[in-house]
């Protein structure tokens, strides 16, 4: 069952723990993240995944959490299955094109998404 979150929270699985350790693993041995900051979106599934990436880098690095980093919105679709959206809009799952996120209920509109991301990239490029 493949459920969507949004902006609510769930716990990590044991799969994705040992993804963000292998995270983890993977970065210390790359040039460049010895001197990246890990910033994650404020949801608790982000930051445990940052707080696990963070233990295996070692480095004791400070985290920093982002609410323009959030996940997607779907408003009223937020904690639905597939099925259960489904059933509320038939035909918006039909050949699986991702637009769908942005027609959601009381979801974010694909503007709004993009310029919390946009204005996150302007900022973290300003400091570069």
Do not use: H
């Amino acid at each position: 069952m493949r459920r969507y979150q949004g902006w609510l929270d769930s716990p990590l699985t044991e799969a994705g723990i040992g993804q963000a350790q292998a995270i983890g693993r993977l970065l210390r041995g790359v040039a460049d993240a010895a001197t990246a900051e890990i910033v994650a979106s404020p949801i608790g599934r982000a930051r445990r995944t940052a707080k696990l990436i963070q233990a295996e880098l070692g480095d004791g690095r400070v985290l920093t959490y982002d609410e323009r980093l959030r996940e997607i919105s779907i408003g009223a679709w937020d904690g639905l299955d597939r099925d259960e959206i489904a059933a509320q809009a038939p035909d918006i799952l039909d050949g699986y094109d991702s637009s769908w996120y942005f027609r959601a209920p009381g979801g974010e509109t694909y503007d709004g998404f993009a310029g919390r991301i946009a204005a996150w990239l302007a900022e973290v490029e300003g400091r570069a």
